[in-house]
């Protein structure tokens, strides 16, 4: 036997087992004649680090990419990362002013990005390299950047192919501004939650009265100074007298009209509303109903601007206690209350967000909601789990799509192709094309680049990423390799991201690839898989800010990639959260919750229990023949029996990977290579101590060793290429990695019940053994009640022998009286009897079958109403009406036994 560990060492292995991977360019796929099977990696920030999240995402796309390899497809994982526009700049403009004390107001932009792509350089690649460490077997010469040349050139040509068509557009609308970052957002960029505030009741004087008042309600009093109407119901009638009158806006007195409008709510506080149009989205609507003048009391950063006329250059938040202090000087505070309301806050920088009337680009969503709705409503793009498209449905509805702001005031990114003459934009893919448009506008062909000015904003992120599954593989300059790859077959990824991603690349798809590709399907991905939240165990989302989100490679160094891959995934069911027991300290108490991981424990333990198998197989002394008959008749039915259960659970877990439960994949196989390939098939083959095993018994269990490694490497890759180069000496190149995955033959499974029914005979000895505190291997006598059914089983060729084998037994003796000192179980409907020369505890027999016999009434009782059921029995199939039927004679005759023994007890 070769030196081999006692216990399998995870950080000796993967790295050996990567580099040797690489090595072989294993993971690089180029076009030839097989099928191609493709996924494009959801892009990670360039700004991120692995975390949970990333973890569980790239494993899953990981087992998918690495069955497909096995089952001889051109496996093509293309790995990048995005460039985070927001979040990349301020990481930016943190180590300027950290490292260099220098602002970003300091720096040109050209300045800027000079500091942007060093930074990029030096820390963007972070995560691609940590996701190698988890096992990933991305195409790691395809690494892609949304922000390289050709992808960058793919972005500028369908922002000139969409405004063409006119579906980008300039105009002025209300937009959500942060006020840190100083950046429009998009509404999906805004998270909304309920948040403790104030409400402040305001009253307000009625222009050409010394004591007339109208009262409003509102939790910003620093907007007041920017008011430019109050807004009544037309059907109030307490209002009624105020038609054609104005209010005065206190502190700034301005006078402005009392308007009726039938959006304001009779019900609410007072039924009268502030209007300020230039800081609510709902007051802009009624503003431009009613003609009102928009002022914008707020600077970019959120202070307050020379329009407000009071507290100019202070923060907002500052102001609003300003505000209310006056207003209570003046006496027209009324009250404040504590208030619950939902607010905005930006996804990225966490500040409120505020509604700002804003210039800024559009893209129109008429028509291209609909298309991704379509693509999925009409099945060509299929949703796991199928309860998310409910979800999908609610954000695309028409009446829930708003038009998607693409500008952002941000320096970092694709930056928007669009020049300036004078008033005249012109949009096109170079400044000299743009040129020669402003020279054909104008007429005037004295005109150079100098004269032009480029748009100062960048696009969203997001417009770069909705292009993913095209510009990846060059696919707007070349169609090539687009037309071999796409469209993708799964798209793995979080529900939180897809009207922000998996909507709008849908859209993309339908709107490009038609025109890049002939006879192809347009749908970007066939389908998407969406992975529920990683949570703890007191189910809070994981979070470095919480404290509860370990370090993913702490976790990989303590229990290898295997066991963290193992414990990930079988804690993910189908797009539910995944409740993972990661250890974490809570930084509030300064406490360990906990200190190890149950699940990935449980990987790293089922890795140890296949590396001790492998042990044991190796040790074995090989023999040219059977020692005796007897045990060739065992050996063959186990091999037998072994490889029918192995073609079934071959057959299951590829309905669960049709389904993308890997979850109920993973544990499948933990348990069937555990409890049925270990804990059964090998001990049972297993030779005496001292003793050898045949040749053919040891290259079948050697056989199934490797298959099973192969079905298992997509879940745990190093500890099966591992196992897999041990069991037997390999040629070069010959790796596990690259093995061929099985497909699921024919099964019997009238074997399989037998060897189920001959499993549960041996562990009731095995447990009458235990319980009596009888020697291990001391052969017991051993009986059985005779029947057409238990001589039937025992009459399979080995089966009679692997009972007594396994159980230890002196031999099987039919009989039709109780044996004296016979200790009885029932199994199945069988019964059987061991001999214990020892006195029995009569007592505590009694009580236990009769707590049997309880169950097994209550049981059939349950049986008996559904079959007394006429809608049950005539629209159930009729497999399942006769397993009913099977499942109540079976359980009358075990009653009948237990009563016949409670009766001799």
Known sequence: MKEIPTRYQPNDVEDKWYAH??????????????????????????????????????????????????????????????????????????????????????????????????????????????????????????????????????????????YKKGKIYRGLRMCNWDPKVQTVLSNEEVEFKEEHSKLYHVKYRIEGTENEWVTIATTRPETILADTGIAVNPKDERYAHLKGKNAIVPLVNRAVPIIFDNYVDMEFGT???????????????????????????????????????????EDRFVARKLMAAELEKLGQLVQTEDYQN??????????????????????????????????????????????????????????????????????????????????????????????AEAQKKTGNAALTTDDL?????????????????????????????????????????????????????????????????????????????????????????????????????????????????????????????????APFIDPKKQLAVKDESDNCMQGLNFANKMWNGMRLVLSWKIIEQPLNEDLGRVNALAGQWFESLLQKNIAALEESYSQYRLNEGVMGLYNFIWGDFFSWYLEIIKPPYGEGIDRKTYETAVNFFERLMTILHPFMPFVTEEIWHLLKERKDGEDCVISRYPTAGAFDEKLLADFEATKDIISKVRDIRTKNGLKKHEPLKFFVQKTDGVEQLLSREGLKETIIRTAVLESIVFTDSEPENGVAFISGPEKFYVIVEKEIDVEAEREKMTKELNRLQGFLTGIEKKLGNERFVNNAPEKVVAMEHKKKSDTEAKIKNLEEALAKL
Request: hydrophobic residues 40%.
């Open 21 to 162: 991977w690489m090595d072989k360019n294993y993971f690089h796929s180029e076009p030839d004649d097989r099928e191609p099977y493709t996924i494009v990696i959801p892009p990670p920030n360039v700004t991120g680090v692995l975390h949970m999240g990333h973890m569980l995402n790239n494993t899953i796309q990981d087992v998918l990419i690495r069955k497909a390899r096995l089952e001889g497809k051109n496996a093509c994982w293309v790995p990048g990362t995005d460039h985070a526009s927001i979040a990349t700049e301020n990481k930016v403009i943190k180590m300027l002013k950290e490292e260099k004390g220098i602002k970003k107001s300091d720096l040109t932009r050209e300045e800027f990005l000079k500091h942007a792509w060093e930074w990029k350089e030096k820390y963007g690649g972070i995560i691609l390299d940590q996701l190698k460490k988890l096992g990933a077997s991305c195409d790691w010469e395809r690494t892609r950047f949304t922000m390289e040349e050709s992808l960058s050139k793919a972005v500028t040509k369908v922002f000139v192919d969409l």
């Open 271 to 313: 039924g009268c509303l502030k209007v300020t149009p230039a800081h609510d989205t709902n007051d802009y609507e009624i503003g431009k109903r009613h003609g009102l003048e928009v002022i914008d009391s707020f600077n970019a950063d959120g202070t307050l601007s020379e329009a407000a006329q009071f507290f100019v250059g």
């Open 342 to 435: 939902s607010v905005g806050r930006s996804e990225r920088s966490k500040a409120i967000v505020e509604p700002r009337l804003m210039l800024q680009w559009w893209v129109s969503m008429d028509g291209f909601a609909k298309t991704a709705l379509d693509a999925v409503k009409d099945g060509d793009v299929d949703f796991f789990p199928k309860h998310i498209f409910n979800m999908y449905n609610s954000w695309l509805k028409e009446e829930n799509v708003r038009d998607w702001c693409i500008s952002r005031q941000l320096w970092w990114g694709h930056r928007i192709p669009a020049w300036y003459y004078g008033e005249e934009v012109f949009v096109a893919e170079t400044i000299e094309e743009a040129l």
């Open 453 to 581: 000015i480029q748009d100062d904003d960048a696009l969203d992120t997001w417009f770069s990423s909705w292009l993913w599954p095209i510009s990846v593989f060059d696919g707007f300059e070349n169609q090539d390799e687009l037309n071999y790859y796409y469209p993708t077959n799964v798209l793995v990824t979080g529900w939180d991201i897809m009207f922000f991603w998996v909507a709008r690349m849908i859209m993309a798809g339908y709107e490009w690839s038609g025109d890049l590709l002939e006879n192809k399907p347009k749908y970007p991905f066939k389908d998407v898989y969406f992975t529920g939240m990683v949570r703890d165990v007191i189910k809070r989302k994981m979070s470095k800010s919480i404290g509860n989100s370990p370090d993913s490679l702490k976790l990989i160094e303590k229990y290898g990639a295997d066991g963290v891959r193992f414990g990930m995934l079988s804690s993910a069911a189908a797009g539910n959260d995944i409740i993972f027991d």
